[in-house]
Nanobody
């Protein structure tokens, strides 16, 4: 199982970024997926979750309305579209595969993790 996150970078407040997570080594369309982030000195934080079909999504209030999670099962890839970025969104972003089901807000619900991609938002 491999998850490869990409698309991070340095942007200004108000800008947009789209992260990608390329998956391999498992049947991608059978599993819910998620995005987490971790800022220096802080705990890993849930950002978004998506069901295996892509038909259901879940976000915390901190990103709801600004971030959109999606997936393309034909390409074994998940995305995170981030709009109206704020300095507080600065973190390393990780994609993750669920053990089963979807919608888990805690990291214990995920059994495989990508290496992370850095997102830095300047004010």
């Amino acid at each position: 199982v491999q998850l490869q996150a990409s698309g991070g970078g340095l942007v200004q407040a108000g800008d947009s970024l789209r992260l990608s997570c390329a998956a391999s080594g498992f049947v991608f369309s059978d599993y819910g997926m998620g995005w987490f982030r971790q800022a220096p000195g802080k705990a890993r934080e849930f950002v978004a979750s998506i069901s295996w079909s892509g038909g259901s999504t879940l976000y915390p209030d901190s990103v709801k309305g600004r971030f959109t999670i999606s997936r393309d099962n034909a390409k074994n890839t998940m995305y995170l579209q981030m709009n109206s970025l704020k300095p507080g969104d600065t973190a390393v972003y990780f994609c993750a595969k669920t053990q089963t089901g979807w919608g888990q807000r805690g990291s214990v619900g995920y059994d495989r993790w990508g290496q992370g991609t850095q997102v830095t938002v300047s004010s």
